[in-house]
């Protein structure tokens, strides 16, 4: 008799996990139960969407299909039942399972404001979170001339230079003194701040809202310090909290998360969790690189291809690559650590740099502007490998002498395991092989790899190397 395997949640984490379990093969029954109507889409690219960069068909991800797999869009699981094992949904229905894994995601977080707190927001207020959200962004978008966006986080900054691209004038209002301030330290942010003022966002600082008024003509945000701002759009981007209604309901062990093991197990042995409704080891995810991993790693179990697979988090990278921006921020910057610290600063040219080394290693990194290093930087933190001794090579961009840490000036002088794609966790090496199997093209390569299909950042890496590997002969490929 199959094993059956249902996954709640259709987004990012638990297509990614019904992927790869068709990918392995073997006797079981995948069943995958999706609250949202649509396909599986990249959350991550909702900002370029916004900007009008790219169409709804390239947010879309692969998604496993065919025997083994039963994909259900627009079902809502209501309930879980331990005892029989079995899941409730919405149109009625119950399925049983052998295994369940929970992928519910988490929720944008809308603060409670006067004006925000009746049983539905306005029409001109809107949280930036899933693809009907976008939607309904670009819809009131369409006819207006200014937004405010509430949140000046990674997120919120994104829809921001997004709406700014379509020509609105943009207004960020944040209650902290400054940008991204879990990722930046003052000095960055500031520099953030000028850069996106040259992009048509300004910014309103260390002010929270006090209430927000709409209608059917525009929308005035009231601020703590008395002044009121208007405009045709409000963007909510207050932050997320994980989905655990679901797993709480059921009886299974949650805190600000669902509390899961090294396996992903909850507290319940038959029931895993992933990506975003996660609280592994105290912490947090809500990014795309750690929610696949543990996907893999509940694959790999449930398969027993490596049951002894557990899940160790790796050092987390963040970038915002926008256009105009470019910034990739490491480490916490302001916990004061010990070692040495480097910066540089440009403002002018919306360019800033910040290092911190500590037995030779980077434990923070913030690299904001155009920075040829910042691959290299990215490789030293995630390896945990020693820098270079010229440190300046790492700061400014450029090699001074030769150094072990110096940035590569092709590929050919790139190591075969320098991890190129951060959100699939795919090397050079990796990029080579596929080439030398047949993959003649980016869009093969990627494909193949899955590099560049996360944050998509990385896009512009893998073109070069397959470049590169077009214009050599296979056999004189460096190793």
């Not at 990918?23 to 009008?52: C, F, Q, W």
């Not at 149109?91 to 988490?106: F, K, M, P, Q």
């Not at 929270?208 to 002044?227: I, M, P």
């Not at 590099?451 to 460096?478: F, H, N, Q």
Request: charged fraction near 20%.
């Amino acid at each position: 008799m199959s094993e059956s395997v249902v996954i709640v949640g259709n987004g990012m984490a638990g297509s990614r996990l019904a992927g790869e379990l068709h990918a392995r093969g073997g006797d079981r029954k995948v069943t995958v139960l999706g609250a949202e109507p649509h396909r599986a889409y990249n959350r991550i690219m909702l900002s370029t969407l916004l900007a009008g960069k790219i169409g709804e068909p390239d947010v879309e991800l692969a998604e496993a299909a065919g025997q083994g797999v039963d994909l259900r869009t627009g079902v809502t699981v209501t309930a879980i039942d331990r005892a029989t094992g079995t899941v409730h949904t919405d149109d009625g229905d119950r399925i049983a399972y052998d295994h369940l894994v929970l992928a519910t995601g988490s929720q944008a977080v809308v603060p409670p404001l006067p004006g925000l707190d009746g049983p539905g927001l306005p029409e001109r207020v809107v949280p930036f979170r899933t693809l009907d959200d976008c939607r309904r962004i670009l819809a009131v978008a369409g006819g207006a001339r200014s937004a405010l966006v509430l949140g000046g986080g990674l997120l919120g900054l994104e829809a921001a230079r997004g709406l700014a691209a379509r020509g609105l004038d943009v207004g960020v209002v944040h209650p902290v003194p400054y940008l991204m301030e879990r990722q930046l330290d003052p000095a960055g942010a500031a520099v953030l701040a000028g850069t996106l003022a040259g992009l048509g966002v300004t910014t309103h600082l260390a002010v929270s809202a006090t209430a927000v008024v709409a209608d059917a003509d525009g929308v005035r945000l009231d601020l703590a310090d008395g002044r009121s701002l208007t405009a045709d759009l409000l963007v909510l981007s207050c932050g997320v909290r994980p989905d655990t209604a679901l797993a709480r309901a059921a009886g299974l062990a949650v805190e600000r998360g669902v509390l899961v093991d090294d396996r992903l197990r909850t507290s319940d042995p038959r029931i895993s969790a992933i990506g975003d409704c996660v609280q592994h080891d105290g912490n947090l995810t809500g990014l795309v690189a750690p929610a696949w991993a543990q996907a893999r790693v509940v694959a790999q179990v449930l398969t027993g291809e490596d049951p002894q697979a557990r899940y160790r988090p790796r050092p987390v990278v963040t970038r915002l690559k926008a256009a105009g921006i470019d910034l990739a921020a490491m480490g916490d910057p302001g916990d004061g650590g010990a070692g040495e610290e480097l910066t540089f600063a440009d403002p002018s040219r919306g360019t800033y740099a910040r290092l911190r080394i500590h037995d030779e290693r980077l434990t923070a990194a913030i690299l904001l502007g155009d920075n040829p290093a910042v691959g290299t930087v990215i490789q030293l933190f995630d390896r945990g490998q020693p820098v270079p001794a010229d440190r300046r090579s790492l700061l400014l961009g450029r090699a001074f002498g030769a150094t072990a840490g110096a940035p590569a000036a092709t590929p050919a002088l790139m190591p075969d395991a320098a991890t190129v794609c951060q959100c699939n966790n795919v090397s050079k090496g990796t990029l080579v092989s596929c080439w030398r199997s047949g993959a003649r093209t980016v869009d093969a390569v990627v494909a193949a790899t899955r590099a560049g299909t996360g944050c998509g950042s990385c896009r512009d890496a893998v073109a070069g190397i397959v470049g590169w590997l077009s214009e050599v002969d296979s056999v004189e490929v460096a190793r």
